[in-house]
């Protein structure tokens, strides 16, 4: 199935991206993971804040939510993306 998903970027995920709203056409069945790569693939500025080097995952650097709801209570990076789906990628601040 084709169409269409939304990904709102919060805080310095949608400054460094240049945007704080991404409309990603998703072909077939495609996953969180696959789509948050795509993204990051766009954007050399976004990657290196967003994806994990040694993980190769958002997870350690943003809270996700697909369809206002936390992935950790879905599938995590598994969950299916759909047509109409609306992604939220929030970063975690790391203080010390």
Known sequence: MNGKVEIKLLGLF???YGSNKVTL???GTSNLREVI?????SS?????ILIDPVLESPLPN???LVNNRDISA???LE????NG???VIIPVIHGG
Do not use: F
């Open 85 to 87: 789906d609306k992604i």
């Open 62 to 64: 943003s809270v996700i």
């Open 25 to 27: 056409e998703i072909v």
């Open 37 to 41: 790569m795509r993204l990051a693939d």
């Open 74 to 76: 879905l599938r995590g």
């Open 14 to 16: 949608g400054k460094l």
């Open 44 to 48: 050399q500025d976004l990657r290196r």
């Open 79 to 82: 969950t299916p993306i759909m």
